[in-house]
């Protein structure tokens, strides 16, 4: 009796999974829901206030929604998992975004982008030890784990004479309380988020003038296999009306301020 | 102060405690008929059953919650499991207190008096009878201390299951604590919270005990 | 499944794997010399000094390790209290740790009949004495099953310490994981290790499980 209850459970848990004869278009409509993960301490892309949770990818995928008729619900997961997770299936889209990178798009297929950004250098407003990115050298600096600024950071720290000391940690709150706290010296960020947290909190965070490694796109992505195919064409056909009738750039004036001019294709590196 | 509490941190933490709630209680109730089998099969004389749960309780026993929880979400749809993250916490947790469980009760199985199951025997009860309503009793009855402190220890334990997407009390606590900016206010609220959780299960765990004691009489 | 990430990344790998086990026995072993010396006091006071104890232990037994170690690293920084992060994983290691083996050596003290004791006083041992040689020697058989199993529950908590953004075992793996894509391959070692460390552990536990009963009989 046991086994045969225990056996049940596990195979409508494991069939629920399985329903691989529909796509992920197919699937997502027959839930009438799009599940997106993403990470939720990265401003001003996600995160929470008084527990809501907000951003320009809350704003943007509304007006996706709107377009595509599926409501959108987003999973909190550690950046650090997130990709691995969309390669393992557990989602069909990831919001983040991440930067467009010869690396991911092998991996990858990344959606119209949303954004443009440098790695900068996110300092407290008191200290003067770091004015431009080779200032760097011998300091400690945080870094998100698995981030393009963890990456960035890593090859421009070995063109400096004395390499940083860095830190990762799990989300950038976290590196950003340690800034606060001291025990950091700068913190490693897209410019795009440090100029949001130095502008939020003016009187402990500033950014340094210029940044430093590639300018590059990010953009929300999803998997290059025939399963995600339709459906990810429909989210980027979708993305494409937003962008052409100025909702995206009034959402990027809301979050960074001033509208970002931006490709209706990232690079592909052919 | 208050007010940020009241529409900061309030309408988190409640959702974060339910959740805390169902996974810490919820693990326990599927885990336990779990735990039974395992343990059957534990102390059975049938070769390959044995060795299969003894498997299954020392990987469970001897691998960190954290990276089975990272396993069953993101290594098992390889293998066509593909769970939502609820599922995935709530079964992972459920397993891994099972193989907790499935020893511990069988140091109460081993306790139960022989004469008893021969009795039961004699009377005529079959052996799923007597399993179910002689052994498995008797068994929690006497290990019911380690059981209670097995159900603090998955209440504990349940604040790791933010990694794989789900919100809980600690989850809450983190998000409240770096949009205000105050960890020390949060994390001392998150505290004493789960205090006031394990200390009930603990309280309850006594007041069962008492109970099945004087059912004894 | 390709294990070659492992092995192009040893070096970053082995430090990691360090940085556990010394956090590990650290912690556990000064939660150790913490827990005997508060039960140590705990038992030889009554009225408040007792009831505090007792709190401290219920309080750091009853709140998770992961809120212990968020109020230690990201809270003590509001009061001045700035500690790296390996010195947060150490400390909330050891508070964590002693919180338990207090109530381990409570118990096993209480083991130990009066008489005893009062024979020993009697004989002229001072305090000490009377700890190393007549209460520790007799409440040992009771209290090893106890502390293997604790010191086994603290190896798998160590897993925990990378959210405070130690670079242990867990978060080198989980890094190495995610940007090269091998995440389901350095899972599976992060579990192995574990699991084999866990083994030994809980042998070596058994060994010294005999050893303690067998100094008892003689």
Not at chain 1, 118 to 141: F, L, N, S, V, W
Not at chain 2, 162 to 190: E, I, K, M
């Amino acid at each position: 009796m046991l086994f045969a209850a225990v056996s049940a459970v596990l195979f409508s848990l494991a069939s629920t999974g399985m329903s691989q004869a529909q796509d992920a278009l197919e699937r997502a409509k027959s839930a009438g829901v799009l599940q997106v993960a993403t990470e939720m301490q990265y401003p001003p892309y996600d995160f929470l206030q008084g527990g809501q949770h907000v951003g320009y990818n809350v704003d943007l995928f509304n007006e996706i929604s709107k377009e595509i008729g599926l409501k959108v619900e987003f999973t909190d997961l550690p950046w650090s998992s997130v990709l691995p997770g969309l390669e393992a299936g557990k989602y069909d889209v990831v919001a983040g975004p991440a930067a467009i990178t010869e690396e991911r798009s092998e991996r990858f297929r990344f959606l119209v982008p949303i954004s443009e950004s440098q790695t900068t250098i996110m300092i407290r407003t008191d200290y003067d030890g770091i004015a431009k990115p080779e200032d760097i050298a011998g300091k400690k600096i945080g870094v998100q784990r698995a981030a393009t600024a963890s990456k960035e950071l890593a090859s421009y720290a070995a063109t400096l004479s004395e390499p940083p000391v860095v830190t990762e940690y799990v989300d950038y709150s976290q590196a950003n309380a340690d800034l606060a706290a001291g025990r950091l010296d700068g913190v490693a960020n897209m410019s795009n988020n440090a100029l949001y947290a130095a502008a939020q909190r003016p009187e402990s965070f500033a950014v340094i003038a210029e940044g430093f490694g590639a300018t590059s796109y990010s953009s929300f992505l999803g998997r290059k296999d025939d399963d995600s195919k339709a459906l990810l064409d429909l989210l980027n056909e979708a993305m494409l009306t937003i962008k052409h009738d100025g909702r995206m750039a009034k959402i990027q004036e809301k979050w960074f301020g001033k509208a970002q001019d931006l490709p209706d294709q990232g690079p592909t590196f052919e | 102060m208050i007010d940020l509490f009241l529409t900061e941190a309030l309408p988190v933490f409640v959702d974060g405690i339910q959740a805390t709630l169902f996974y810490a209680l919820g693990c326990l109730v599927v885990g336990f008929p779990i735990a039974v089998l395992i343990c059957a099969m534990r102390m059975s004389t049938i070769g390959p059953l044995k060795a299969l749960a003894t498997v299954y309780i020392s990987f469970l026993r001897g691998v960190p919650l954290m990276v089975q929880l990272l396993i069953s979400f993101y290594c098992l749809p390889v293998l066509g499991v593909n769970v939502a993250p609820w599922a995935a916490a709530l079964f992972t947790l459920a397993i891994c207190t099972s193989a907790y469980m499935a020893e511990i009760l069988r140091g109460g199985f081993l306790g139960i008096p022989y004469g008893q199951i021969e009795a039961a025997q004699i009377s005529g009860l079959t052996r799923r009878q007597i399993l179910l309503w002689i052994q498995v009793p008797q068994a929690v009855r006497l290990t019911l201390p380690a059981l209670v402190n097995e159900a603090v220890a998955m209440v504990k334990a349940s604040s790791l299951i933010s990694v794989v997407g789900v919100l809980d009390l600690t989850r809450a606590a983190q998000n409240v604590a770096s949009s205000t900016y105050q960890p020390l206010t949060f994390y001392t609220v998150a505290g004493a919270l789960y205090l006031v959780i394990t200390m009930s299960v603990a309280t309850g765990g006594r007041w069962l005990e008492r109970r099945m004691a004087a059912g004894r009489r | 499944m390709d294990f070659s990430v492992l092995t192009d990344n040893w070096p970053q790998i082995l430090n990691g794997l360090v940085l556990t086990l010394k956090l590990w026995l650290g912690g556990t072993l000064s939660g150790l010399a913490l827990g005997l010396l508060l039960a140590t006091i705990q038992v030889n006071s009554i009225g408040v000094v007792w009831h505090a104890i007792r709190g401290y232990s219920a309080v750091f037994r009853g709140v998770p390790l992961l809120i212990q170690l968020f109020l230690l690293y990201y809270g003590g920084p509001s009061i001045g209290f700035v500690l790296s992060p390996v010195a947060a994983g150490l400390l909330g290691l050891t508070i964590y740790s002693s919180a338990q083996f207090v109530e381990i050596f409570r118990a096993g003290f209480e083991s130990v009949p009066r008489g005893q004791i009062e024979a020993a006083r009697i004989s002229g041992l001072n305090r000490f004495q009377i700890l190393v040689h007549i209460e520790l020697p007799q409440m040992l058989i009771i209290i090893v099953p106890s502390l293997v199993n604790l010191f086994v529950i603290m190896t798998k908590e160590t897993a925990i310490l990378s959210v405070i953004s130690i670079p242990d075992l867990t978060a080198v793996l989980n890094g190495i994981g995610s940007t090269t894509y091998a995440f389901a391959e350095t899972l599976f070692a992060l579990a192995a290790f574990y699991w084999i460390l866990l083994e030994c552990v809980t042998m070596a536990g058994r060994v010294l499980e005999r050893r303690a009963s067998r100094y008892l009989i003689r």
